[in-house]
């Protein structure tokens, strides 16, 4: 059935789906698309609740509740397109550029500071990721297709609760919150903090796993382990330099602006290794990365702006120490996003 259903779909000049069948390219971005959007709704919710309790920043409250669902569906219609296109050898790469970019973030930092955009920043990654991890570690299991259908049963059914649950906080959780009768709302009231904890760890694993399986894809493709050092070899130097020098300008200078230069010069580095060592059909996918990376970062700016201003008000403010605090009679808890480290 599902031959006869892929035997309907267009046949192009060239390989755009890889080694897998469009269909289970398809469900292959679908569940990457799905991952990215959960990423969202739970930022979402951290980011308004803590808006909420902060004063200062009642109006980026607002500016979260505006955002249409309508957009969220163009969102996830928009990002399964770009990955079930996206083939396996550019995503492989794009995760373990940002996996190297994120640890090097992570070690410049002083130690008590946070970088909370981590988990902005790495939307498109986790979803290359996802696709990386799907494509190896089905690749020639006998009922394939049925594993994908099942994984993108669990990926919907996921988002949708997620989605759900930030659309009830948005609107209901300063009523509920105040008249303590909805058990979801209650249980964020004291357990909100501990969501940017949840997403480490869940990213920690999904990135270790992808991590493993770009070098296992990307080395099926040399014949020798002489071909796989002059590969690996020049691209690790490359990139180390690269994000080291761009995680230095963005620590500088912490701006929007900075953010998408950083996206550029990341993807102008790729296209130069590709038309290097690559095949004509990985610079269209990063032209394609390029498109998914941007409307990542721009669909969530909003976001991502109030995670700019906290980490650069932690970075450059010093916590007065307890003992000082005459005018506290209680420690009252933070409302940072938890480190990624």
Not at 172 to 184: A, I, K, P, T, W
Not at 302 to 328: G, H, N, W
Request: net charge positive; proline share 4%; hydrophobic share 45%.
């Amino acid at each position: 059935m599902f031959g006869f259903l892929t035997s309907l779909l267009p046949r192009l000049p060239w390989d755009l789906w890889g080694s897998s069948s469009p269909l289970d390219a398809f469900l292959q971005g679908l569940v990457g698309a799905c991952a990215v959007s959960t990423l969202c709704s739970l930022m979402k919710v951290h980011l308004f609740v803590m808006c909420l309790n902060d004063p200062d920043r009642r109006t980026q409250k607002e500016k979260i509740r505006a955002q249409r669902p309508l957009l969220e569906d163009l969102h996830i219609c928009l990002l399964t397109s770009i990955f079930t296109v996206v083939g396996s050898r550019v995503a492989a790469l794009v995760v373990l550029e940002f996996s190297l970019r994120a640890v090097s973030m992570l070690l410049s930092l002083n130690k008590g500071s946070q970088n909370s955009q981590l988990f902005l920043m790495c939307q498109y990654s986790l979803g290359c990721g996802i696709i990386c991890s799907l494509h190896y570690l089905h690749e020639g299991a006998p009922h394939r297709t049925w594993n994908l259908i099942l994984a993108v049963g669990l990926a919907v059914l996921i988002m949708w609760y997620t989605r759900r649950l930030s659309k009830h906080i948005c609107t209901m959780y300063e009523l509920h919150s105040r008249e303590q009768y909805c058990g979801v709302c209650i249980t964020l009231l004291t357990n909100w903090h501990g969501i940017p904890s949840l997403l480490c760890c869940a990213l920690k694993i999904t990135f270790v796993v992808a991590d493993l399986t770009a070098i296992a894809l990307i080395n099926k493709d040399f014949l020798s382990t002489s071909e796989a050092i002059r590969f690996w070899t020049p691209l690790t130097i490359c990139y180390t330099l690269l994000v080291i020098y761009m995680q230095e300008e963005q620590r500088q200078k912490p701006s929007e602006q900075m953010v998408y230069q950083t996206v550029f010069v990341r993807m102008g580095g790729l296209l130069i290794l590709m038309l290097t060592v690559g095949l004509w059909m990985d610079i269209l996918h990063i032209f394609i990365s390029l498109v998914g990376e941007l409307w990542c970062l721009i669909r969530s700016g909003i976001m991502l702006d109030i995670c700019r201003e906290q980490d650069f008000s932690q970075r450059f403010s010093k916590p007065i120490p307890r003992s000082y605090d005459v005018t506290a009679r209680t420690p009252k808890p933070s409302s940072s996003i938890a480190g990624t480290s």
